[in-house]
């Protein structure tokens, strides 16, 4: 979008500049309940990831607490947080999803 500034009787065109998205990560967080198949399946249907990246991923949650699952603007981290909840409560498992802004 460019606006027009009057300066000493000229015009200028002058450029909006727009900003890039701020990002989000979306993070799993370690439970003693929710099985590692189920996070893996998590991971390769709403991450889609490969098989061996989701079993990296699942160690890294299991060993450190949590792992980053992706990055994203924030309105698609929050849709995956909410799906990952939704489908992990549908299955009867306490796997928490969270995001947050990443630096």
């Known amino acids: 979008m460019t606006t027009r500034h009057k300066e000493n009787g000229l015009l200028e065109a002058q450029r909006a500049k727009i900003q890039p998205p701020r990002m989000f990560k979306v993070l799993l967080l370690n439970d003693d309940y929710t099985p590692m198949e189920f996070v893996v399946i998590v991971l390769q249907r709403f991450f889609s990831l490969e ?35 939704e ?15 990443n630096q």
């Open 51 to 85: 098989n061996e990246q989701a079993m990296q991923i699942m160690l890294k949650v299991h060993n450190e607490g949590r792992a980053v699952c992706g990055i994203y603007p924030r309105d698609i981290a929050a849709t995956k947080v909410s799906q990952v909840v």
């Open 87 to 101: 489908f992990a409560r549908q299955h009867q498992h306490p796997l928490a999803c969270t995001m947050e802004e």
